[in-house]
């Protein structure tokens, strides 16, 4: 982690999966690490990173839109049938 660049520390502080977390916790840390030790690009990097966290929470989140099974649309149609007697 200490001989990655900022930028590729930067690029991974967003997580997909388990793993990625773990990674994204260690690239902050260090991150954070080189800002205190007065870095000016991973204070910057990290302030870029948590304005975008800010502006995606703010984001609505759309509604998940409902699949319908066959069966449901096969339960709308109804049959009728006319039987004669003759």
């Known amino acids: 982690m200490q001989n990655e660049t900022n930028y590729y520390l930067y690029q991974r502080l967003t997580p997909t999966n388990w793993a990625s977390a773990l990674f994204a916790k ?39 839109r409902r699949v319908r099974n066959f069966k449901e649309r096969a339960a709308k149609i109804k049959i009728f049938y006319h039987l004669t007697l003759g």
């Open 26 to 64: 260690n690239a902050r840390t260090e991150l954070e690490r080189r800002a205190n030790n007065g870095d000016g690009e991973a204070k910057m990097l990290l302030t870029l990173h948590d304005c975008e966290e800010e502006k995606r929470s703010r984001q609505p989140i759309k509604p998940v």
